[in-house]
């Protein structure tokens, strides 16, 4: 797998075009991972460099490697002879407004941002960090700026509502500004838990639950994806032109005829619907040995809690996995008596692709079309790992 990108900025200062830095290579494979891109750019170029937005990729079944070109706006004029200033007959169209672009992806998008986060914290550098259709993320010092999509939820409010029910599972909130959809957050100390130890999974798997299981869902202002909103959302996706053949058609819809069977099946574990996080991977997760925080609330949503353990388990090793399972289903027990979680975990195989299909269309339904291509196979992929998934459920 290619592990370097080899990356295209075009330059404006504000939106007049200046020119084209020669194809560069950066370590980070993923495109919207960028500070090494911005460091790059603002080495050659001499002056504060901000990616906008994806212009194009190559690699899109991976969303990493190949050559990808990006729209850089840059705070003055660049060092002389570092662009070939040849004229770019798209431009126009490349700046030219969309109703679905982000508001980072705008100029002076990032810029505003970093603005009001130094107005709170200070004078701090700003670091780009990541830029894509969901977010736009900036390192000042010890506190991380994010800005989320209209369609997504809000960082910090989120962890404002989770910290009210466990205050150290959650980085603190410096700030917020819920218009523009803006997060102000204290550094979380330690490294991201991608090979997390047992420890670190007794201690985050139980304290989430508890949370699941005492919050009030009424109380906060998220999307939903319930499991009484999947069968008619998956309708609606069928009727889409998702390159399936007649054979793949028939088995989708032979799959959402089963569904009232797979949720009688979830609803007889017993368990509330509650906030997810969306995205609980233990990447996601920061510990520096004693303490270990969620982070990355901006794909939460209300939901099955089973998804979030089903999530994890997908990142685990199978010894953890079991272990994992254990956790949670001790865990939920214990907050409700009469649950029986576990019966929860075979059809959530299969619902949380079916929920990541939908996920992914919402994504491509609010994204400017040139962003697109992120996740622009995503829903048939889920909707066909769903397939197969089901397939092999234990009659």
């Keep these: 797998m290619n592990e370097t990108k080899t990356v295209e900025a075009l330059v404006s200062l504000g939106g007049r075009y200046l020119g084209r830095v020669p194809a560069f290579e950066a370590d980070r494979p993923w495109w919207?991972?960028?500070?090494?891109?911005?460091?790059?750019?603002?080495?050659?170029?001499?002056?504060?460099?901000?990616?906008?937005?994806?212009?194009?990729?190559?690699?899109a079944a991976l969303r990493r490697g190949g050559r990808v070109a990006y729209h850089v706006q840059v705070a003055g004029s660049p060092r002389?002879?570092?662009?070939?200033?040849?004229?770019l007959p798209e431009w126009d169209r490349i700046v030219a407004p969309h109703p679905l672009r982000a508001s980072w992806a705008e100029l002076d998008g990032p810029q505003r941002l970093i603005a009001w986060a130094q107005g709170i914290v200070g004078d701090a550098p700003p670091v780009q960090v990541k830029t894509w259709n969901l977010s736009c993320l900036i390192r000042l010092g010890d506190a991380w700026a994010k800005a989320t999509s209209t369609f997504g939820s809000v960082d910090a409010q989120v962890i404002q509502y989770v910290g009210q029910y466990d205050a150290t599972?959650?980085?603190?909130?410096?700030?917020?500004?819920?218009?523009?959809?803006?997060s102000l957050l204290e550094h979380a100390p330690g490294v991201d838990c991608w090979t997390p130890d047992d420890e670190t999974l007794r201690h985050v798997i139980p304290r989430w639950v508890a949370v699941q299981a005492a919050l009030d869902p009424s109380t906060l202002l998220a999307p939903q994806l319930r499991p009484e909103?999947?069968?008619?959302?998956?309708?609606?996706?069928?009727?889409?032109?998702?390159?399936?053949?007649?054979?793949?058609?028939?088995?989708?819809?032979?799959?959402?005829?089963?569904?009232?069977k797979l949720l009688a099946t979830l609803d007889s574990a017993g368990l509330p619907n509650t906030l997810v996080h969306g995205d609980f991977?233990?990447?996601?997760?920061?510990?520096?040995?004693?303490?270990?925080?969620?982070?990355?609330?901006?794909?939460?949503?209300?939901g099955h809690p089973a998804l979030d353990i089903h999530?994890?388990?997908s990142y685990?090793?199978?010894?953890?996995q079991e272990l994992a399972r254990s956790l949670w289903t001790t865990a939920w027990q214990q907050h409700l008596p009469d649950s029986d979680p576990a019966r929860a975990l075979p059809p959530i195989t299969v619902l949380a692709r079916l929920a990541g299909a939908i996920t992914y269309q919402r994504f491509l339904d609010h994204i400017e079309p040139d962003e697109r291509i992120y996740h622009e196979g995503d829903p048939a992929h889920e909707l066909r790992a769903a397939i197969e998934t089901a397939a092999n459920l234990p009659a």
């Design 32 to 59: 919207s991972e960028i500070a090494a891109t911005t460091a790059y750019l603002d080495e050659v170029l001499g002056v504060r460099s901000l990616v906008l937005r994806l212009i194009h990729a190559d690699e």
């Design 80 to 87: 002389p002879g570092a662009l070939d200033p040849t004229p």
């Design 169 to 182: 599972l959650v980085p603190r909130v410096l700030d917020v500004d819920l218009t523009n959809r803006w």
């Design 229 to 260: 909103d999947i069968a008619p959302e998956i309708s609606a996706l069928l009727d889409r032109p998702l390159g399936f053949s007649p054979d793949e058609l028939v088995q989708a819809k032979h799959l959402l005829d089963s569904l009232p």
């Design 281 to 302: 991977h233990p990447g996601n997760w920061r510990s520096d040995g004693t303490n270990r925080r969620i982070v990355d609330w901006a794909d939460s949503y209300l």
């Design 311 to 313: 999530r994890l388990c």
């Design 316 to 320: 685990l090793p199978a010894r953890q």
